[in-house]
């Protein structure tokens, strides 16, 4: 251990809520763990990364302030290329940063390219974090990523200038193969949501979601009366949507269960007009605190919230807004764990039968309790500061 505690690993992420937060559990496991842990990132985020014990290296960051209401790009070309900028801004930076300070191993995130340059520039190894899906064998041509790749108007301009990148670089691997097969890759989402995971190449192992310490979000309790409790939650970006949440309120106002709305920042809970006796909203709730209590759960279905739904073993209804969230939504209604409901048909009606629906069938209720075992068995946040140190390289003896 005394040689470990010498070993430097540099985490290389962007700017988005959604690549950090995921991350921050594993980071502090290693610096638990002895090692010394740097982490590139914006300057909006070092105070989260340093909380988690790493030292922050900021880079200038092209992405600018995630806004709550943002959509994004759905255009896969186009996402391409604000990650390839990102990564041509950050570069010259953390080359500068890391000149007197090269780490033993680079840990990076799924969208942060500038992390496998880097090592490949000091030949030390790289480990993807990734807090999303990855690629399958097949999937191009299954998901129609090929096609819609094709079709991108962006792609005449992306593919050459991410190209060029890579060879100015000293990488010489097709553009592709560099996004989608790392050296070594580390998953924080359950295997058990992983589309095709059989057909996964074995350079990625699965650690599960690594929650960390949710202390400082606070608890909530249920109000003692035996009701059911249902959480509701579109998430943190895509919850600009008062008719949803009000929808959520008549479908729920008049059931004898107790309703836990959480509205984001976006909305506030006045929005929603007077509220019924058996309902509460919030801008925000400690929603692992609410789960370990819930009976139901009405999510986006993103993959932070899908995960934590599955570990707690909540029957979900799934109504997704965007983005991976239509592929958890429907690998929700495949495992038997919940229902999906389309966004154009979130009825008050459709929402209440599916919330009765789902937390009253043995069989919805029976798979819960399985994948819940199966997600806790993944091995969290130990087993991913297990897969880095065993990447990082042997020393010599002295």
């Known amino acids: ?27 502090r496991e290693l610096v638990d763990r002895g090692h010394r842990v740097t982490y590139a990132i914006s300057e909006a985020f070092a105070p989260q990364v340093a909380a988690a014990g790493a030292v922050p290296v900021t880079y200038p960051t092209t992405l600018g302030e995630p806004k709550p209401d943002r959509s994004g790009s759905e255009d896969l070309v186009e996402l391409l290329g ?19 300070d090269r780490p033993d191993l680079v840990l990076y995130d799924v969208a942060a390219f500038a992390g496998p340059a880097l090592a490949a520039r000091w030949g030390v190894p790289a480990v993807q974090l990734s807090p999303t899906y990855v690629a399958w064998e097949g999937h191009e041509r299954e998901t129609g990523v090929a096609a819609a790749v094709a079709a991108s108007p962006f792609a005449a301009e992306v593919f050459p200038k991410f190209a060029k990148w890579l060879a100015d670089n000293g990488i010489e691997r097709p553009v592709a193969e560099f996004i989608n097969d790392p050296e070594q890759g580390l998953v924080l989402v359950p295997r058990v949501l992983q589309p095709h995971a059989d057909r996964v190449s074995e350079k990625f192992t699965f650690a599960g979601p690594c929650f960390g310490d949710r202390s400082h979000q606070g608890t909530w309790e249920a109000p003692g009366d035996g009701r059911p409790v249902l959480l509701v939650s579109l998430g943190t970006v895509y919850n600009n949507h008062v008719d949803f949440f009000r929808q ?54 993103g993959m932070g919230s899908t995960a934590e739904g599955l570990y707690w073993g909540v029957p979900m209804v799934a109504v997704p807004q965007a983005l991976d969230q239509h592929v958890n939504a429907a690998r929700i209604a495949d495992l038997g764990v919940g229902r999906h409901i389309p966004r154009e048909q979130a009825t008050a009606e459709a929402l209440r039968d599916a919330v009765v629906a789902v937390a009253s069938d043995p069989e919805v209720l029976r798979r819960c309790a399985e994948v819940r075992e199966e997600v806790r068995s993944g091995g969290g946040t130990a087993k991913a500061a297990d897969f880095v140190e065993s990447c990082l390289p042997a020393r010599e003896a002295h």
């Open 248 to 301: 959520c309120v008549a479908a729920f106002g008049d059931l004898d269960w107790h309703v836990v709305l959480s509205v984001g920042n976006t909305l506030s809970p006045a929005d929603l007009g007077p509220l019924p006796p058996n309902v509460e909203a919030h801008s925000s709730v400690p929603q692992m605190s609410v789960l370990a209590q819930a009976t139901a759960f009405v999510t986006h279905a």
């Open 1 to 27: 251990m005394d040689q470990k505690r010498r070993d430097h690993v540099a985490m290389i992420s962007i700017p988005a809520h959604g690549h950090v937060n995921p991350s921050l559990a594993v980071i």
């Open 82 to 100: 604000i990650f390839l900028r990102e990564a041509e801004a950050a570069l010259p930076t953390l080359l500068e940063s890391y000149e007197d």
